[in-house]
């Protein structure tokens, strides 16, 4: 069973463009969900987290946004830049024995100039 | 800042064999993980270890053991490399075992059996 669905698989923006990412997940106990960026050949890296009790996180060009009720939630990359040409991994942790964190598949961004 | 280091980098293994990867942190933390990354199937647990002396299975266990030798470092075995396998394993730590703690990966062994 995949806790954690990611969509799309991969996605191709120019530019400037917003990327969106997408997320969901099936238990109701996570709370946590911190994203994760990896470049080829490195190991992920935190990126921009957020807590079951906000509905929205901002750092820089990377905002989270996040519908309890529906169980997702999505990262926006505004004014994307080549640099941000990455996998981005949607991960989701809750407490006591949900602890556990799991990663979805991930989503391959290209940003073409 | 702190950092972890694989080792080695690449591994390349006979069918049947058994092999050994290893992780170092310097971060002073807890909480160590192992993770398999395959193309299209994102990060699978396979082994963590909470403290030093702890290690519990994560949801792909079978075929592996793991090491935690001391609170710097945890190894990963593969029991018996399998014929044409290729994958990622990612080890990472974290402060401690809670709800917020960022996992800090390192840049992963590259394992491909012939």
């Not at chain 1, 069973?1 to 990412?21: F, K, N, Y």
């Not at chain 1, 106990?29 to 921009?48: C, K, R, S, T, V």
């Not at chain 1, 996040?66 to 941000?84: C, M, T, V, W, Y």
Request: proline fraction near 4%; include cysteine.
């Amino acid at each position: 069973q995949q806790q954690v669905r990611q969509s799309p698989q991969s996605l191709t923006v120019w530019e400037g463009e917003t990327a969106i990412l997408n997320c969901s997940y099936e238990n109701s106990a996570f709370d946590y969900f911190p994203w994760y960026q990896q470049f080829p050949g490195e190991g992920p890296a935190l990126l921009i987290s957020i807590l079951s009790v906000s509905d929205k996180k901002e750092d820089g060009r990377f905002t989270i946004f996040f519908n309890k009720r529906e169980k997702k939630l999505s990262l926006h990359i505004a004014d994307s830049q080549p640099g941000d040409s990455a996998t981005y991994f949607c991960a989701a942790g809750g407490r006591g024995g949900n602890y556990k964190p799991t990663f979805g598949k991930g989503t391959s961004l290209v940003v073409h100039p | 800042g702190g950092i972890i280091t694989q080792t080695p980098k690449f591994l390349i293994g006979q069918e049947g064999q058994k092999l050994t990867l290893k992780c170092q942190q310097n971060f002073n933390h807890d909480t160590m993980y192992w993770y398999r990354q395959d193309s299209g199937k994102g990060l699978r647990l396979i082994y963590y270890s909470i403290t030093e002396n702890d290690l519990q299975k994560g949801d792909l266990s079978e075929g592996y053991d793991a090491s935690r030798e001391k609170k710097s470092s945890f190894s990963l075995t593969v029991t018996s490399a399998q014929k044409n396998e290729m994958a990622v394993f990612l080890c990472a730590s974290s402060m401690d075992w809670g709800v917020q703690n960022t996992l800090y990966f390192g840049a992963g062994t590259r394992l491909s059996v012939l």
